[in-house]
């Protein structure tokens, strides 16, 4: 009887070590493919007249993960200047689409346009843990071609810069500002994880993490170049209070609030608000960027529900047509008072999210040259806000 007992603990033994190695053997070689995934970017037929390596602004960057494209667009007659950086935060899909949607559709005649889609590259490369997230997005094209891209993870890849720290020194390093108001902070105290955060490591230090020497990159880009403008595309909960906006340092407050009135909220009917960028939050893109460099500095939101935490199951279905039965209920309580996006509708799709960012990003270089000739940017080929809001279908606007 004994020796039974004891042949049936060795079979419940290997059985279990069994099904754990298989789990770890798949969850391994899940994360070596999205660790490894590259996107397809089609500049082919696009106005990209060329690319660089981000390494170029900071050589610290070389073959390391952080080294993204910059893709370059050139009108034929110069002008201003200015750079589009998408996914931030990687697991913002609409700032990341929109980006490429930017890259593959925009086609300046004057002046040039930066476009870094991928600017936390590494953030891309993993999820969120316990956040029960999509890898992956997908996208039919008016070809019928089916484009992958990834659904990531708001910080940096823990496999490119651990541990963390418990708490996170936010300093400027070596940089000196340019326009830091006054009795403005230069440095702050964070949680250890937002050393991972690329929106809290600007204007970054050169040999620092791998999150902060991309910081240090952009912002060495930026003066290197003379970029007159830089717009950081991003998402956000439906209940968080600075959504729909454009969050602007101060120089660039009076081209944020032309571009409401006159172009997004009078022309197209695009409801926005627009936010100063706070004095002493230190280590953000509207921020350091403006006080470290002189391009007018701005930051785009947008509502995701697929981010919120009254969000319901979470999939690929929520990431791209944002409908979500839990929000839908939010938005009837307190007649909508618990969220700060029109959630009426029942969805907030991904479609009208990249539209909006594009819209947004039109106007402003729009008003920037209407206030300073000297640094005008003509686009053609912008996607209309209208046509890509009826269509729903973000694929249509992908090469």
Known sequence: MASNVKKK?????????????????????????????VEDVVTEGSAVT???????????????FGDVDIYVLEGEEPGGQALILGGTHANEPAGHMAAIVMLEQFKPT????????????????????????????????????????????????PIDQWP????????????????LPENAQTTQTLSGSEVRNQNRCY???????????????????????????????????????????IVAHA???????????????????????????????????????????????????????????????????LAITGKDPCYKVASEIHNGALLYVDYSSGDFPIS???????????????EMGYEYPEKEIIIDNVPDYDEMVAADDLGLWLR
């Open 203 to 245: 204007p970054g230090i050169a040999n620092g993490t791998l999150t902060e020497k991309v910081s240090y990159a952009v912002t060495n880009m930026i003066k290197t170049l003379n970029i007159d403008m830089i717009i950081d595309l991003h998402e956000s909960s439906p209940e968080y209070a600075v959504n729909n906006a």
């Open 50 to 64: 060329k690319t660089m390596k981000l390494s170029t602004y900071n050589s610290y960057l070389a073959n390391t």
């Open 251 to 317: 120089n660039a407050m009076e081209i944020a609030g032309m571009a409401k009135a006159l172009t997004l909220e009078e022309e197209k009917g695009i409801a926005i608000k627009v936010e100063p960028s706070p004095i002493n939050l230190r280590g953000l893109t509207h921020r350091e960027l403006g006080d470290y460099t002189d391009a007018f500095a701005l930051l785009c939101e947008v509502g995701n529900p697929s981010q919120g935490r009254f969000r319901g199951y979470t999939d690929e279905e």
């Open 352 to 366: 009208l999210r990249v539209a909006r960012h594009i819209a947004t990003v039109a106007a402003l270089i729009d």
């Open 164 to 179: 963390d720290p418990d708490t996170y020194l936010h300093t400027s390093g070596d940089w000196e500002p340019l326009h």
């Open 110 to 157: 004057k002046g040039t346009v930066y476009v870094i889609p991928d600017i936390c590259k590494s953030g891309l490369s993993h999820n969120d843990p316990l956040e029960g997230t999509p890898q992956y997005i997908h996208f039919t094209t008016a070809d019928g071609n089916v484009r992958t891209f990834h659904f990531g993870s708001r910080a940096s890849n």
């Open 9 to 37: 603990g060795i079979i419940s033994t290997c059985v279990i070590l069994a099904v754990a190695i298989f789990m770890a053997v798949y969850a391994g070689m899940s994360f070596n493919k999205k660790r490894n995934f």
